[in-house]
Each structure stands twice: as structure tokens, then as C-alpha cells.
């Protein structure tokens, strides 16, 4: 389709697939991450030659996520497609009268805060052109709770009222604003971060990751996340605006 992609925490899973599928679409990706040596890891894996490019950026930190967006534009003169996909679990799975008093600050600063940043930097280019998508990766843990995930689940919830918000303002002027909410995804972020949460919390990862498949039976796969993400950044997915879609196997089902 010819549009310009950034994907924020882009150089793996979810995100990278999200890349590799908007790519074969026929979009330009500006991958963003932290760590450069996986930028470029993550470059030469998904080919595109001068169609992809890796821009090193803490997604925690407002000036390294402006001037990503700055950086994207500069290269190709535009932003079309914004993937907010950086994020994280931030918990160690204790319960809530354990918790320090930043404990949500933290949640909220790589889970909602970057996000935000970089669709502020975003819009200032899109609403201009009446033209543009944000997508915000948030969870099922938007929509329901876990325990040991206090701040994860908390942020991904407010995440989503993020994406509610920014529709209201910015739809009628040709910017669509979406959530994503994966379930569980057959990711490295699962036995990194998840796992280590819930079971900090006293919980069977199995039985919860089980439970957390739905009817689906199995985790899903980052590709199948980034085909409804491919819609949802296309200009056919211009009537879907404000609203948070469930890739979850049937768990949330709303």
C-alpha cells in the first residue's frame, strides 16, 4: 500500500511480525527499540532493503520517543501508521499491600505514557495530511484481571481509555485510533515476563495459561495479531475507530 509504518518495540514478537506483515503489504517500517544490536538483528531477518529502517529508542524517555517520530518523518517526508506495541510487564507478581508507591508509576510510564508521547508526535503530522492510524497494543489484560499483574493489567486497562479518548478527538478529522488485545502470544515476553509474574503470585502458570487460550486451545501466534493489525492500519479500516478488538481465541470475548 505504500504507507510508512513506525512500530515501536518492533525488533521482536508481536511487534516484529507486525512489521514483517506490513512489509509484505507494501509498507515502509520504521522499527523501533532499545537495543540496537536486535535492530539490526530484526532488519536483516525481515529484508526490505531501503524500506526498513531501525531507529534506537527508549520508549520510556518523551524526547527519545519524539524524536523517533521527527526521525521517521525526516527520512520519508511522513508518518502514516503508528504501531504503539512498546510495553511491558513491570510486576514481580506480590500482591497490592506489598507494593511501592511508584509500582504503577512504572506500568504507566512503558505501557501508556510512550504511547502517548509518540501518537502526540504522530499527530502533529497526521492531522494536518486528514489522514492517519494509530494502533495501541494493549491485553487482555485490558479487559480483565490477573493476579500478580497489578500495573500490567492496571496500564493496559488505561491504555485502552487512551485509545478511546484520542478517537473522540481526532476520527471526524481522518485519524483512526484502535486498541489490539492479544491474549496470550506465543512470544519470549510469556516466559520472561508473564510466567515470572504470576508465578511469583502463588498462581500455576500452566493452568492459568490454559484457562487464559479460551476455546482456542492453544497461545496465539504474533502473526495472527499483526493480519488484524494489517486492516486495521490499511485505509480500508477507516470506519474502525475508538474501539478496543480481542485476538484472543474467544476468552474475552467483548
Given at each position: 500500500?505504500?504507507?510508512?509504518?513506525?512500530?515501536?518495540?518492533?525488533?521482536?514478537?508481536?511487534?516484529?511480525?507486525?512489521?514483517?506483515?506490513?512489509?509484505?503489504?507494501?509498507?515502509?517500517?520504521?522499527?523501533?527499540?532499545?537495543?540496537?544490536?536486535?535492530?539490526?538483528?530484526?532488519?536483516?531477518?525481515?529484508?526490505?532493503?531501503?524500506?526498513?529502517?531501525?531507529?534506537?529508542?527508549?520508549?520510556?524517555?518523551?524526547?527519545?520517543?519524539?524524536?523517533?517520530?521527527?526521525?521517521?518523518?525526516?527520512?520519508?517526508?511522513?508518518?502514516?501508521?503508528?504501531?504503539?506495541?512498546?510495553?511491558?510487564?513491570?510486576?514481580?507478581?506480590?500482591?497490592?499491600?506489598?507494593?511501592?508507591?511508584?509500582?504503577?508509576?512504572?506500568?504507566?510510564?512503558?505501557?501508556?505514557?510512550?504511547?502517548?508521547?509518540?501518537?502526540?508526535?504522530?499527530?502533529?503530522?497526521?492531522?494536518?495530511r486528514g489522514y492517519g492510524r494509530i494502533i495501541n497494543m494493549s491485553s487482555i489484560a485490558g479487559k480483565t484481571g490477573a493476579a500478580g499483574l497489578l500495573?500490567?493489567?492496571?496500564?493496559?486497562?488505561?491504555?485502552?481509555?487512551?485509545?478511546?479518548?484520542?478517537?473522540?478527538?481526532?476520527?471526524?478529522?481522518?485519524?483512526?485510533?484502535?486498541?489490539?488485545?492479544?491474549?496470550?502470544?506465543?512470544?519470549?515476553?510469556?516466559?520472561?515476563?508473564?510466567?515470572?509474574?504470576?508465578?511469583?503470585?502463588?498462581?500455576?502458570?500452566?493452568?492459568?495459561?490454559?484457562?487464559?487460550?479460551?476455546?482456542?486451545?492453544?497461545?496465539?501466534?504474533?502473526?495472527?495479531?499483526?493480519?488484524?493489525?494489517?486492516?486495521?492500519?490499511?485505509?480500508?479500516?477507516?470506519?474502525?475507530?475508538?474501539?478496543?478488538?480481542?485476538?484472543?481465541?474467544?476468552?474475552?470475548?467483548?
Amino acid at each position: 500500500m505504500g504507507q510508512v509504518a513506525v512500530i515501536t518495540g518492533g525488533t521482536a514478537g508481536i511487534g516484529l511480525a507486525c512489521a514483517q506483515r506490513l512489509l509484505a503489504d507494501g509498507d515502509t517500517i520504521v522499527l523501533a527499540g532499545r537495543s540496537t544490536e536486535r535492530g539490526r538483528a530484526a532488519t536483516t531477518e525481515i529484508g526490505g532493503g531501503d524500506r526498513v529502517r531501525f531507529i534506537a529508542c527508549d520508549a520510556t524517555d518523551p524526547d527519545q520517543v519524539t524524536r523517533l517520530i521527527e526521525g521517521a518523518v525526516d527520512e520519508y517526508r511522513r508518518i502514516d501508521v503508528l504501531v504503539n506495541n512498546a510495553g511491558g510487564v513491570t510486576d514481580d507478581g506480590r500482591p497490592a499491600v506489598e507494593q511501592e508507591d511508584d509500582a504503577l508509576d512504572r506500568a504507566f510510564r512503558l505501557n501508556v505514557d510512550s504511547a502517548f508521547w509518540a501518537s502526540r508526535a504522530a499527530l502533529k503530522h497526521m492531522l494536518p495530511r486528514g489522514y492517519g492510524r494509530i494502533i495501541n497494543m494493549s491485553s487482555i489484560a485490558g479487559k480483565t484481571g490477573a493476579a500478580g499483574l497489578l500495573g500490567y493489567t492496571t496500564a493496559k486497562h488505561a491504555l485502552i481509555g487512551l485509545t478511546k479518548s484520542l478517537a473522540k478527538e481526532v476520527t471526524a478529522r481522518g485519524v483512526s485510533v484502535t486498541a489490539v488485545c492479544p491474549g496470550i502470544t506465543d512470544t519470549e515476553m510469556v516466559p520472561r515476563e508473564l510466567q515470572g509474574a504470576i508465578e511469583a503470585s502463588g498462581a500455576d502458570f500452566a493452568a492459568a495459561a490454559e484457562h487464559y487460550t479460551g476455546d482456542l486451545g492453544r497461545m496465539v501466534d504474533p502473526a495472527e495479531v499483526a493480519s488484524v493489525v494489517a486492516l486495521l492500519a490499511s485505509p480500508d479500516g477507516s470506519a474502525v475507530s475508538g474501539t478496543a478488538i480481542s485476538v484472543d481465541g474467544g476468552f474475552t470475548q467483548f
